[in-house]
């Protein structure tokens, strides 16, 4: 079992739907990424959250730690919107909390 | 500020061939961490250097593969004797702290293909 779960491994929507992309781990962390990638494209950090909410724009991120879960929010979704969205989470561990463990990611396509 | 550059951003090399990889952080930054990601795959963690010292390469393979930081210039990743399981795609990314913070850099990624 991966230490990072995503789900849905793939999310379909309309243009102007508002999405939830969810993300659950196993492990303590010291914090919480998540990412964007575009097809081909490089890696974007949206957001790191070590706890609550934030909100840039259109994306929201949410995290419980003490459930071990955080969501990613897209409200009124765009077809530019359409990428990989992944989540990664860092180890609390002293030594080694530069590490990132990373989900497999969500394909997320919207359509016009 | 132009960001973490990767080159190149394709690479085809022939079964045996030497693959090199650079990655240039941002201005400023002295931390540099590789990660590949396997089709289909997650990311994952290869090596995290520091400016002429690698800090933790338990993510790198045992064999074939090298990481270096030099004083001057841009890490580099360098893979021996390429073989067609290392065909994917390899980012950099780099930050001013050891860890990645809310400033987390990332390049646009090599992608390797080995025929």
């Known amino acids: 079992k991966n230490e990072v779960e995503q789900s849905p491994q793939n999310l379909t929507a309309q243009e102007g739907e508002f999405i939830t992309i969810n993300c659950s781990y196993s492990v303590g962390i010291s914090a919480l990424h998540w990412l964007q990638q575009h097809p081909g494209g490089g890696i974007v950090s949206l957001f790191m959250?070590?706890?609550g909410k934030k909100k840039h724009g259109r994306l929201i991120a949410t995290i419980n730690i003490q459930e071990k879960h955080s969501s990613l929010h897209i409200t009124a979704s765009h077809p530019r919107d359409s990428a990989v969205y992944i989540c990664a989470v860092r180890s609390k561990s002293g030594g080694s909390n530069y590490k990132l463990t990373f989900g497999k990611g969500t394909l997320l396509t919207v359509n016009p | 500020n132009a960001g973490v550059m990767q080159n190149p951003r394709h690479l085809v090399r022939r079964r045996g061939q030497e693959a090199r990889l650079r990655c240039s952080p941002m201005k400023g930054h002295s931390h540099v961490y590789w990660y590949r990601q396997l089709p289909e795959e997650g990311l994952k963690f290869m090596v995290y250097?520091?400016?002429?010292?690698?800090?933790?390469e338990s993510g790198m393979p045992k064999e074939r593969f090298s990481a270096e930081f030099p004083k001057e210039g841009p890490s580099i990743l360098r893979i021996q004797q390429v073989v067609r399981g290392d065909s994917a795609a390899y980012f950099c990314?780099?930050?001013?702290?050891?860890?990645?913070?809310?400033?987390?850099?990332f390049g646009q990624g090599t992608r390797l293909t080995v025929v």
């Open positions: 990314a780099s930050s001013p702290r050891a860890r990645l913070g809310t400033e987390a850099f």
């Open positions: 959250l070590s706890s």
């Open positions: 250097l520091q400016k002429e010292n690698i800090i933790d």
